[in-house]
């Protein structure tokens, strides 16, 4: 295995620094607003009656719990994050690199960016830089041809362009 891309540390989320700007202001909006609002709105079902067949009580405190929990997944993703820069049209493939590919036996060329599920962009799919594929396409460059194996068998795929 090569050394290309396994220097991040385990839990060490790779974001760029659009996406680590997102991610807090996100998470200032679910402490401040998020959480008002989440508590007007169980304290408005408490005043309809029987907690245990209020509806409405029961799904606030469900949106409750899953505000919390992206809280906690949003600070464990800022307390891990390392800042990448994106890669330079034309150079390796690297965490927030936007690859174009063309699987073997196909004619059309996808576009995918190399990076963490929070990067999303729309129109992109996204590769984890962890991922077989990922792992395969980490510093190699346009026109290389990589293999990786997937869960139906090995794939084969040429690197057409590698842009931010």
Not at 3 to 27: K, P, V
Not at 31 to 54: C, F, P, Q, S, Y
Not at 57 to 80: S, V
Request: aromatic share 4%; glycine share 10%.
């Amino acid at each position: 295995m090569s050394e290309i891309g396994h220097t991040q540390e385990i839990g060490q989320a790779q974001l760029s620094q659009e996406a680590y700007d997102r991610l807090a202001a996100e998470r200032e909006e679910l402490v401040t607003r998020g959480r008002v609002d989440i508590a007007r709105a169980i304290e408005a079902a408490r005043m309809l009656g029987d907690l245990k067949e209020n509806g409405d009580y029961h799904a606030a405190k469900d949106a409750q719990g899953k505000m919390e929990a992206r809280i906690r997944q949003i600070d464990n993703l800022l307390a891990h994050a390392h800042i990448v820069e994106p890669a330079a049209a034309g150079d390796a493939v690297a965490a927030g690199s936007v690859v174009s590919l063309r699987y073997e036996g196909d004619d059309d060329v996808e576009r995918f960016l190399i990076g963490s599920i929070e990067e999303r962009r729309e129109g992109l799919s996204v590769i984890s830089p962890g991922s077989p594929l990922g792992q395969a396409l980490l510093g190699r460059k346009p026109g290389d041809t990589v293999q990786y194996e997937a869960p139906g068998g090995t794939l084969e795929v040429q690197i057409v362009d590698v842009g931010a």
